[in-house]
């Protein structure tokens, strides 16, 4: 099978379980190494490491607490230890996020800026680290939500931060299209990672039978979209928001 990441390098954050592996494993069997950011799962991700490497690639973990990525000096200090240990990321993959699900009567500032900071101003700092290094052909993916366009209710705050990823997407799109860089965003519908799995599964008929391919997704399937973004295919495409939720016709 050709490689079509050949000799490019993925910075992929949240990448130590979840959609977040099974993107940098995706990346790394199209051919690209990868920089495999964590948060506290030293063990998973190195873990996520092997699993890219039996593909003959290299790939590397890097901590950064999400919070501290969401600051000035943790998201430098990710991008240059990336640069410095593997060289210049080709592809940023901004996949970690948080929760901030809740009745909006509930919601607290510490807990609104907490959210807001790490799922839409971490993803916005790397991409300003990206700009700043990355050259013609790089690719910026975001991970947005399937919840800012399918609302529903106690997500108010989530929706809030994913809806600014959107909003990022096409301003950064049009901001870097001039250096050769594209910035395009997936949103992934309901995803059978392992929180998924472990939570209340009373909705997933449901989900299922609003779904057109009539089944959940799976972090793969996220992925696949991804690798889709990151490769040379999709090289006149940016400032969307890819939807990867089978058809969901509603939540």
């Not at 092997?50 to 000096?73: K, N, P, S």
């Not at 940023?92 to 510490?110: D, I, Q, S, W």
């Not at 839409?120 to 366009?149: K, N």
């Not at 989530?158 to 050769?180: D, I, N």
Request: net charge neutral.
């Amino acid at each position: 099978m050709e490689k079509l990441l050949n000799g490019k390098l993925a910075l992929v954050t949240g990448a130590s379980r979840g959609i977040g592996a099974a993107i940098a494993e995706r990346l790394a069997r199209d051919g690209a190494d990868v920089a495999i950011h964590y948060g506290q799962a030293a063990a998973e991700a190195e873990s996520v490491a092997a699993a890219c490497r039996a593909h003959g690639v290299r790939a590397e973990i890097f901590q950064a607490d999400l919070v501290e990525l969401a600051e000035e000096g943790g998201a430098v200090r990710l991008y240059a230890e990336t640069m410095a240990r593997m060289g210049t990321p080709d592809i940023l993959v901004c996949n970690a996020g948080t929760g901030g699900f809740g009745p909006v009567r509930e919601l607290v500032p510490a807990e609104i800026s907490r959210v807001l900071a790490v799922n839409a101003g971490a993803p916005l700092l790397l991409a300003r680290e990206a700009a700043r290094h990355m050259t013609a052909g790089g690719r910026i993916v975001l991970v947005g939500s399937v919840i800012v366009d399918m609302p529903v209710g106690l997500r108010a705050l989530y929706a809030a931060s994913k809806g600014a990823v959107h909003a990022m997407t096409g301003v950064l799109a049009q901001e870097l299209g001039p250096l050769g860089i594209t910035v395009n965003a997936v949103a992934p519908g309901v995803t059978a990672t392992d929180r998924f799995k472990s939570g209340d599964m009373s909705r997933a008929a449901q989900v299922m039978e609003r779904t057109a391919l009539g089944r959940i997704g799976e972090p793969a399937d996220i992925a696949a979209v991804v690798a889709w973004l990151s490769g040379p295919g999709s090289a006149w495409v940016t400032g969307e928001v890819v939807g990867a939720h089978g058809g969901l016709r509603g939540l």
